[in-house]
Every structure is written in C-alpha cells, then in structure tokens.
C-alpha cells in the first residue's frame, strides 16, 4: 500500500507539472493535510502529521531533482 499524493508514485513529466501546481496553489496542501488527518485513524498529532507530509513532499522535490540530473 502506498500512502501520500497519487501523482507523487512517479517522476514522469505529467505528474511532476502536477505537483508544481498543487504545491503552488497556496493553502491546498494544508487542508488536504488536515483532511487526511481528520479521517485517518492515527495516535500522531496535527503537528506531527504536518511534519511527516513536508517530509514526503522535500524527499519528492528532492526525487524529481536528482532524476533531472540524470536526463
């Protein structure tokens, strides 16, 4: 099983174009976040949570970056 975004499984260019503009639309990340804690059963506070999700989102910056240096 897979967690976080769905278009954060792959680095093609359709996803990452995605993911540019999800992560630019200013507050969405936060209340999908929010939301995803709300229903998820989980002992993690909001605070943590937050933390966990910048986690993926830098390691998935950071995927797409390292895969831009290869092409």
Same mark, same amino acid.
Request: proline fraction near 1%; charge should be neutral; hydrophobic fraction near 40%.
């Given at each position: /099983?897979?967690?976080? %975004? #769905?278009?954060?499984?792959?680095?093609d @260019?359709? #996803?990452?174009? @995605? !993911? =540019?503009v999800?992560?630019?639309?200013? !507050? $969405?990340?936060? %209340?999908?976040? @929010?939301? +995803?804690?709300?229903?998820?059963?989980?002992?993690?506070? %909001? !605070?943590m949570?937050? =933390?966990?999700? +910048?986690?993926?989102?830098s %390691?998935y #910056?950071?995927?797409? +970056? /390292?895969?831009? #240096? $290869?092409?």
């Amino acid at each position: /099983m897979r967690g976080g %975004l #769905r278009f954060c499984h792959s680095t093609d @260019i359709g #996803r990452m174009l @995605i !993911f =540019k503009v999800y992560s630019a639309i200013p !507050f $969405l990340n936060e %209340l999908r976040v @929010i939301t +995803d804690w709300t229903v998820t059963e989980t002992c993690m506070n %909001l !605070f943590m949570w937050m =933390k966990l999700e +910048d986690a993926h989102h830098s %390691l998935y #910056r950071t995927r797409l +970056d /390292m895969e831009g #240096r $290869l092409d």
